[in-house]
Nanobody, 126 residues
Framework: QVRVVESGGGLVQAGGSLILSCAAS?????????MDWYRQAPGKERELVAH???????KYADSLKGRFTISTDNAQNTAYIQMSGLTPEDTAVYYC???????????????????WGQGTQVTVSS
């Protein structure tokens, strides 16, 4: 009833840029409180890349400040991550996490929840 879909990944040369999108949708989706981007490189743990709240407050991983920019289109329930100056170390699967309020059929009311997308692969060649 609530879907999160990432898009925009692909292969890019070192020094290049990419913009990833994360769209949340579904008839049971009431509101979004925050949208986060995570990434997971092969053999490594998933790490937070950037966070944006419904108020527009943003946070970034310290190592990525200045190269990555998160933004949202609240009307479209979509978040973006603009990535520049990419290096092979940025190669990873990028995931979107959505903190939201959804309608829970079992209780007949709205409740807080988190939803993850399937991820989009970003590969940076040297």
């Amino acid at each position: 009833q609530v879907r999160v879909v990432e898009s925009g990944g692909g292969l890019v040369q070192a020094g290049g840029s990419l913009i990833l999108s994360c769209a949340a949708s579904g008839s049971f989706l009431k509101s979004i409180d925050a949208m986060d981007w995570y990434r997971q490189a092969p053999g490594k743990e998933r790490e937070l890349v950037a966070h944006i709240s419904s108020d527009g407050d943003t946070k970034y991983a310290d190592s990525l400040k200045g190269r990555f920019t998160i933004s949202t289109d609240n009307a479209q329930n979509t978040a973006y991550i603009q990535m520049s100056g990419l290096t092979p170390e940025d190669t990873a699967v990028y995931y979107c996490e959505v903190a939201c309020s959804i309608f829970a059929e079992d209780v007949g009311d709205f409740r807080a929840s988190t939803r993850w997308g399937q991820g989009t692969q970003v590969t940076v060649s040297s």
